[in-house]
């Protein structure tokens, strides 16, 4: 079993920052994709973000909403992954969820196997 926690979300200013932090517990698997998903009332999951790696190789994606303005990574040591977010937009508003899969990157929310408890992101225009 995988345990997700995120933290860092909060209220912040149309052209602000945020950096999202997301900490697994638990297994681990030599090949692996944590990502981030995010929710309004009303609409469905959203994919903003992921980090997938293996034993050879790591890679990011990034919706199209979002690549340029948010940089997802990692820390290996800490089991880690990390959302930063710049430039933000009031349209950024939303309940954030951290996900994993033991499996390669897919946008597709129903394909992730673990979810963390969701932090909130609130930009002011």
């Known amino acids: 079993q995988v345990q997700l926690v995120e933290s860092g979300g909060g209220l912040v200013q149309a052209g602000g920052s945020l950096r999202l932090s997301c900490t697994a517990s638990?297994?681990?698997?030599?090949?692996?994709?944590m990502a981030w998903f995010r929710q309004v009332p009303g609409k469905e999951r959203e994919f903003v973000a992921a980090f997938s790696w293996s034993v050879i190789i790591s890679s990011t994606y990034y919706a199209d909403s979002v690549k340029g303005r948010f940089t997802i990574s990692r820390d290996s040591a800490k089991n880690t992954v990390y959302l930063q977010m710049n430039s933000l937009k009031p349209e950024d508003t939303a309940v954030y969820y951290c996900?994993?899969?033991?499996?390669?990157?897919?946008?597709?929310?129903?394909?992730?196997?673990?979810w963390g408890q969701g932090t909130q992101v609130t930009v002011s225009s």
């Open positions: 996900s994993a899969r033991r499996a390669p990157y897919t946008p597709r929310s129903l394909a992730y196997d673990y």
């Open positions: 638990g297994r681990t698997f030599s090949t692996y994709t």
